[in-house]
DNA sequence: TGATGATCATAA
DNA sequence: TTATGATCATCA
């Protein structure tokens, strides 16, 4: 067994590529990928999804689209409990603080990535050997009218504070699915935003990340 | 004990 | 610096 060279052509071969590896441990798949599975992830904090990005025939790199372009799909880890309810938050996007005049909630980054999503459940629970966590069984997952118009209600209010230049005063809890938080390899990272004078000032760096109760919903509805 | 704010590694 | 992959660690 060993990870795929190319991309997958369809979704039906991206579902199945992820459900060969479901049942099989971090260790294994490490092994049989030929790399050297890290003692914890204090210090490889990513390492699980891109394992499962070779996997599944992600092409690796940093690009602010989707892993699979051409199927229009985002490939994300989620790290959950043995009742499969999530034990973080989950990542979208960085949040840009200097907007981009004309976007919208349709054509906004947070959107895209979040239009069609395969998800990798993995065992997370920090009691378990990292190589011994088990990959779980992956699903596909498009938002409902309901869950679309909640998370373009959070992301409006969200981005309306950041044009009206009060990045500084957005917090974790504002949004009821989606919020903002930091997202930087340390405090000491500053990027450009707006403060409400219109005037460039220097700031942490933000994120966008999908509450736990959000992405609860999806797993329950999934896995009962 | 869960959520918020902080942080780690890496690529281009 | 802007992004990606996220989880860690502290405190209410």
């Known amino acids: 067994m060993q990870p795929p060279t190319l991309p997958p052509s369809n979704e039906d071969e ?3 590529r992820s459900h060969q590896i479901a049942g099989l441990s971090l260790g294994e798949l490490a092994h049989f990928a030929g790399v050297v599975a890290p003692e914890n992830l204090k210090r490889h904090k990513g390492w699980p ?11 690796a790199g940093s690009k602010p689209q989707q892993d699979f372009p051409e199927l229009g799909i985002e490939l994300k880890t989620i790290p959950i409990d043995k009742h499969f309810s999530p034990l973080e938050t989950t990542y979208v996007c960085y949040a840009p603080l200097i907007n981009q005049p004309g976007v919208t ?5 947070v959107r895209n990535k979040l239009q069609r999503v395969l998800w990798v459940p993995l065992e997370g629970d920090r009691q378990i050997p990292l190589s011994n966590r088990r990959v779980a069984t992956a699903f596909f997952w498009h938002p409902s009218a309901e869950e679309d118009a909640l998370l373009q209600k959070d992301w409006e209010e969200l981005t309306e504070l950041i044009t009206l230049g009060q ?21 000491q990272v500053l990027t450009d935003a707006l403060d409400p004078d219109g005037k460039k000032i220097k700031t942490r760096p933000r994120g966008f990340y999908l509450r736990t109760s959000f992405t609860h919903g999806l797993l329950q509805r999934q896995f009962g």
């Open 14 to 16: 991206l579902l199945r």
């Open 49 to 59: 999804g891109m394992l499962i990005e070779r996997w599944l025939g992600a092409t």
């Open 105 to 109: 909630w349709e054509t906004s980054n």
């Open 167 to 187: 990045s500084e005063t957005i917090t974790a809890r504002l949004g009821e699915a989606l919020h903002i938080r930091p997202k930087a390899a340390s405090g």
